[in-house]
């Protein structure tokens, strides 16, 4: 599996997505209110991780944040911790 692959693999999705999946805010925010999502960052949501690993929670992040680095064609680079956890090091 690649990188590219893995980053699919986020379970989330953004505002934008679901609301053209015909979901609507108040959907949103009822799923969050229940316990079944979680907002990952603002404007991304994604199934609530439970009692994860904090590196599973910045795992989330990362994949999250990914998608929206990178503009006009530059590479897409993590550094330092984010780079760490997205890899699977120690």
Request: charged content about 25%; some cysteine.
């Given at each position: ?9 986020w379970?989330?999705?953004s505002?934008?997505?679901?609301l ?9 925010a ?9 907002r ?11 009692a ?6 910045h795992?989330?992040l ?8 990178g503009?006009?064609?530059a590479?897409?680079i ?11 090091l120690?």
């Amino acid at each position: 599996m690649t990188d590219a692959d893995e980053l699919e693999l986020w379970a989330g999705m953004s505002r934008g997505q679901a609301l053209a999946g015909g979901l609507r805010d108040r959907d949103l925010a009822t799923m969050i209110k229940r316990g079944g999502w979680s907002r990952i960052r603002r404007g991304d949501y994604g199934l609530t991780p439970g009692a994860c690993w904090p590196e599973d929670r910045h795992l989330l992040l990362v994949r999250s944040t990914i998608p929206r680095l990178g503009h006009g064609g530059a590479p897409r680079i993590l550094s330092h911790a984010s780079a760490t956890v997205f890899h699977g090091l120690p």
